[in-house]
């Protein structure tokens, strides 16, 4: 048994299916929109800020060489951490008497650059200050391993 539904009544169905998709689709339009606009009000959660990597990059740029073969201006680029003395296989190795085999370490820890003496004869100075205890040192220090000084920049 088949129901024959006059044209009128087809079309009025066709148009309220019609109006019923077009508010259904504007009801969706609205809501992408609403979200993309609380997503833009809310901040974004705190993170713990990320360590570049120039900043556990230095630079020991000689000022002063001594009476060493060090040319003012030479340049020695540490990465985390090196040791400084007059071996030959420290990472900056200053070859003057003034200087011992292991004269001090550089190292960056939490998101600081500190130097120790290593317990070297001829001591070393940050800022022509006589260090004994693991030290800070900056941007723009002067660091003084026996009589060679080094300016200390960070991230060049």
Wanted: glycine share 6%.
């Amino acid at each position: 048994m088949s129901m024959n539904l006059p044209a009128d009544w087809f079309l009025l169905l066709l148009r309220l299916l019609f109006a019923f998709l077009l508010l259904f689709f504007l009801y969706q339009l609205f809501r992408v929109q609403v979200r993309e606009l609380v997503a833009l009000a809310v901040p974004a959660p705190a993170q713990a800020p990320v360590e570049r990597r120039r900043d556990r990059q230095a630079t020991l740029i000689v000022t002063d060489g001594a009476r060493s073969d060090l040319i003012p201006g030479t340049t020695f680029v540490v990465i985390d951490r090196a040791t400084v003395g007059r071996r030959a296989d420290a990472d900056v190795h200053l070859d003057d008497a003034s200087t011992s085999a292991d004269h001090a370490e550089l190292r960056y820890a939490n998101q600081d650059w500190w130097v120790a003496d290593a317990g070297s004869t001829n001591g070393t100075l940050v800022n022509d200050r006589s260090i004994t205890a693991p030290t800070r040192i900056r941007d723009g220090d002067v660091v003084q391993f026996g009589r060679i000084r080094m300016e200390f920049t960070v991230g060049r």
